[in-house]
C-alpha cells in the first residue's frame, strides 16, 4: 500500500485545458510538497503547504492542502506545453524529517 | 550557485559487476540524499548523509552503500547488480533550515542499465 496515492496516473490534454491531479492518503502530515520531474531531470520543488485548508498559487498552477492534511490537490489553468511532466506530491518521512516519501506521480502531456 | 552534478549521467553495466556513482551537492549544503527511480516502484529514499555519517536509510538491500567525504560530496555504491537495479539514480542536497520543512535540490540523475 503506498503512503500517497496520485489520481490520475496519466494525463493528456491539449494546450488552454484545466486539468486537477490529487494526492491522497489516510495518514495526517504536517507538510506536503509538489516536484514537477522533466525528462531527463530530476525533480525542481514547486510548492510546499504547511497548514490545512491552505492554498497557494504560482502562476498558472494553484496548490491545496486538505482541511484534515491527508490530501492535496493542483489545479492548472490554461495548460501550456511547458507543463508537461510528471508531478509527484511528497511529504517528509515517516519516522524522520530528512527523508521524502513520493507519491505515485501522475504524468501530464499538454499538446498543441 | 551551481545545482547538484552527478556523474556519470548515463552507465551500462552487466549483471554480477559492482558500480559507484557520485554527487556532488550545491555549496554550502551537507545533507546529500540518494533515490532510486524505476516505473514500476516510483522515487524511493535509499539513504542519507550528513556530516558524512549516514543519518537514515531506506528499505533496500546491503548491496547498496554509500558515503559522504569532508567537502560533504558524496558516492554510492551498488554491487553484484541485478537486473532489477536499472533505473534512474537521483541524488538531492539540501541545508536543514530549522523548524521548516527540508527543501531538497536534485540533480539530473545517472541513468544505469544493468543487462
Known amino acids: 500500500t503506498q503512503l500517497l496515492e496520485q489520481s490520475p496516473q496519466f494525463l493528456s490534454i491539449q494546450e488552454g485545458e484545466n486539468l486537477t491531479v490529487y494526492c491522497n492518503s489516510s495518514?495526517?502530515?504536517?507538510?506536503l510538497q509538489w516536484y514537477r520531474q522533466e525528462p531527463g531531470e530530476g525533480p525542481v520543488l514547486l510548492v510546499t503547504?504547511?497548514?490545512?485548508?491552505e492554498v497557494k498559487k504560482l502562476k498558472r498552477l494553484t496548490f491545496q492542502f486538505g482541511d484534515a492534511r491527508k490530501d492535496s490537490s493542483l489545479h492548472i489553468t490554461a495548460a501550456q506545453p511547458g507543463d508537461t511532466g510528471l508531478y509527484l506530491c511528497?511529504?517528509?518521512?515517516?519516522?524522520?524529517?530528512?527523508?521524502?516519501?513520493f507519491g505515485t506521480g501522475t504524468r501530464l502531456q499538454v499538446t498543441l | 550557485k551551481a545545482g547538484v552534478t552527478q556523474t556519470p549521467r548515463y552507465l551500462i553495466k552487466t549483471r554480477g559487476q559492482q558500480v559507484t556513482l557520485s554527487c556532488s551537492p550545491i555549496?554550502?549544503?551537507?545533507?546529500v540524499s540518494w533515490y532510486q527511480q524505476t516505473p514500476g516502484q516510483g522515487l524511493q529514499f535509499l539513504f542519507e548523509?550528513?556530516?558524512?555519517?549516514?543519518?537514515n536509510k531506506g528499505n533496500f538491500p546491503g548491496r547498496f552503500s554509500g558515503r559522504q567525504f569532508s567537502n560533504s560530496r558524496s558516492e554510492m555504491n551498488v554491487s553484484t547488480l541485478e537486473l532489477g537495479d536499472s533505473a534512474l539514480y537521483l541524488c538531492?542536497?539540501?541545508?536543514?533550515?530549522?523548524?521548516?520543512?527540508?527543501?531538497?535540490?536534485f540533480g539530473p540523475g545517472t541513468r544505469l542499465t544493468v543487462t
Open positions: 538531492a542536497s539540501s541545508r536543514p533550515s530549522g523548524g521548516n520543512p527540508y527543501e531538497q535540490y
Open positions: 495518514s495526517v502530515f504536517s507538510s
Open positions: 503547504v504547511v497548514t490545512g485548508g
Open positions: 511528497a511529504v517528509l518521512g515517516p519516522g524522520t524529517a530528512s527523508k521524502l516519501t
Open positions: 555549496s554550502g549544503h551537507r545533507s
Open positions: 548523509y550528513f556530516s558524512e555519517t549516514q543519518r
